[in-house]
């Protein structure tokens, strides 16, 4: 089955700073590569996501990118805010047959943003 | 508001006993799915069901058991509690109406504590 692996497992960055956070996952069949954000004793909820069609997509201080060749994808977020503080998981789904939208996660990103 | 609930929100039950999670959703989505988070290792699968009639283990189902009741209702079973199924667990949603998109909406997740 598919495997996630992201990187790095925590991340600490000064307010304003850039953050970067690298996925790679196993399975050529996967296409679809959503972004999920979990704030400190809330529940995951989805922030951005990316089809192998596409590869890039933004959406304001937000962007993910992805590698199908090198089968990686990355998200980075820009002009970082005490409130991006958050573990980030990222995700893969295979496509097609019963395994469709059956989501693969990575073991999360803990993002501290210091003011 | 439409939105995914979890019953109990926490749990402390002893080795051996049976205990059941109990997951609701107002979103009328077919896709419903059992999670479970421990620090470091992401969100594992632990079941899912695309619809009523349809059951499916995930990576880590050995020890769990659930039950789709109607399309709202899928709850999660631990026949015989142990100490390392001491976890956050979540319940999640998800359909088809966006096309390929496959957004997934968590439950606020379920604190249990096996001693």
């Known amino acids: 089955g598919e495997n996630v692996e992201q990187h790095p497992s925590t991340l600490s960055v000064q307010e304003g700073d850039s953050a970067v956070i690298k996925c790679t996952y196993s399975d050529s069949a996967s296409n679809y590569f959503p972004w999920y954000k979990q704030e400190l004793g809330k529940r995951p909820q989805l922030i951005i996501d990316?089809?192998?069609?596409?590869g890039e997509k933004k959406d304001q201080r937000i962007a993910v990118t992805l590698n199908k060749t090198a089968k990686h994808f990355s998200l980075h977020i820009t002009e970082t805010q005490p409130e991006d503080s958050a573990v980030y998981f990222c995700a893969a789904s295979m496509a097609g047959g019963t395994s469709y939208g059956k989501l693969t996660f990575g073991q999360g990103t803990i993002l501290t943003v210091h003011p | 508001d439409a939105d995914v609930t979890q019953t109990p929100r926490n749990r402390i039950t002893k080795t051996g006993k049976r205990i059941m999670l109990e997951c609701s959703q107002t979103?009328?989505?077919?896709?419903m799915y059992w999670y479970r988070q421990d620090p470091g290792l992401g969100l594992r699968l632990i079941y899912y069901s695309f619809d009523v009639k349809d059951i499916n283990k995930g990576e880590i189902s050995d020890g769990y058991s659930v039950s789709r009741q109607a399309q709202a209702k899928f709850s999660l079973s631990l026949e015989s509690a142990i100490p390392n199924q001491t976890a956050l667990y979540f319940c999640?949603?998800?359909?088809?109406?966006?096309?390929?998109?496959?957004?997934?909406?968590f439950g606020p997740g379920t604190r249990l504590l096996v001693l």
């Open positions: 979103k009328g989505h077919d896709r």
């Open positions: 990316i089809r192998s069609n596409v």
């Open positions: 999640a949603t998800s359909d088809l109406a966006g096309g390929m998109r496959e957004t997934q909406y």
